[in-house]
């Protein structure tokens, strides 16, 4: 009776603690890791290289990266939709660059809750829950531009200030960072702001109206690639030469670069977007390890003029020649 009782015991006790009788212990744990990467607008080629480069080190890694476009930042609905989708999958982790800053904070909650680890790269998320973010200071970008045309302008220049799509903080940081610095400058006239999406349509159509209501425009500070791509369409239209007004603006794509070349954009903001998703990809990973990430992780933009391109080291804005991305 005793060896039985022990017997027994024996049994219970290998059950709970995962042993398993007929060979080796089971390991309950998934095979892959699983990284959801919801973007606003990979039609933006500055998103294509940020999914280079969260692709690219998932690879390494050795994790599974799932890619959620929404379309364009207009599309907060959809992009709800799609976090739902990740949380319903069991995802391991998200990295979340949001449409609308507030929007999707609740679904955001959500996942955490369900124990989905989520990383907050460079467009704020208020969720007080959110494990890590990694963000580039648009608030500094903001006064980096005002700085240069202060100092170009010798304090007295006509600026149109272009800060993007309306609803995301890092749009608003970029607006601030700019008065912050043109307040000191009372030569500086603001001709008009004008939140817009950020495309090559909606950067030609604001463009358009304001050139009509500002000829003697003489800076224009802008969002990113695709909405500067536009202002210069505009400009051109309307008989503008090359640097008669003077375009600030960030991310390099290959258009982009040649306009910088030619001389239509005068300043350009490089924000590393290759390296910056390497790094979203790692904290993401490193948190479904268990592992100590930063709360927080601060990229910058290097301003560029004309003759800084080829002292520059570009690999951390680039993609290899020849790459596309799989939609």
């Known amino acids: 009776m005793k060896k039985t009782v ?17 060979g080796p212990a089971v390991n309950a744990a998934k095979d892959e890791i699983v990284v959801a990467v919801m973007l606003p607008n990979v039609g933006d080629v500055y998103f294509q290289k940020k999914w280079y480069g969260y692709s690219t080190a998932a690879k390494k890694l050795g994790v599974k990266a799932l890619l959620y476009d929404a379309g364009g930042y207009a599309n907060v609905s959809k ?6 989708d990740v949380v319903q ?5 998200i990295i979340y660059h949001p449409c609308h800053s507030e929007a999707g904070v609740p679904v955001i909650e959500e996942a955490i809750r369900q124990g989905i680890k989520v990383v907050n790269d460079n ?18 970008t903001g006064r ?15 600026v149109i200030i272009l800060p993007g799509p309306v609803g995301g903080d890092q749009n608003t940081l970029l607006l601030q960072g700019q008065q912050e610095v ?15 999406e950020s495309n090559v349509a909606a950067g030609l159509r604001v463009m358009e109206d304001l050139i009509q209501a500002h000829p003697d425009v003489e800076y224009i500070t802008c969002f990113a690639d695709q909405l500067t791509q536009g202002v210069i369409q505009a400009l051109r239209a309307a008989g503008k030469k090359p640097g008669e007004v003077k375009v600030l603006g960030f991310n390099m794509s290959d258009l982009t670069k040649s306009l910088f070349e030619e001389g239509w954009i005068t300043v350009l903001g490089l924000s590393r977007p290759v390296d910056m998703a390497s790094q979203s990809m790692e904290i993401a990973v490193s948190l479904v390890k268990g592992e100590k990430v930063p709360e927080m992780t601060w990229i910058y933009h290097d301003l560029l003029t004309r003759d800084m391109l080829d002292v520059t080291d570009l690999k951390p804005n680039s993609v290899p020649k020849g790459w596309k991305i799989k939609f």
């Open 123 to 140: 467009q704020p998320c208020p969720a007080p829950s959110i494990h890590s973010t990694i963000m580039i200071d648009f608030f500094a």
């Open 182 to 196: 043109f307040r000191r400058f009372p030569g500086i006239e603001i001709l008009d702001i004008q939140y817009c």
């Open 6 to 22: 022990i017997s027994v015991l024996l049994i219970v006790a290998c059950l709970f603690s995962g042993f398993n009788l007929m």
């Open 89 to 93: 999958k069991g995802v391991d982790a």
């Open 79 to 84: 992009q709800i939709n799609q976090v739902e």
């Open 144 to 158: 980096a531009f005002a700085q240069w045309v202060a100092l170009d302008s010798k304090g007295k220049g006509k």
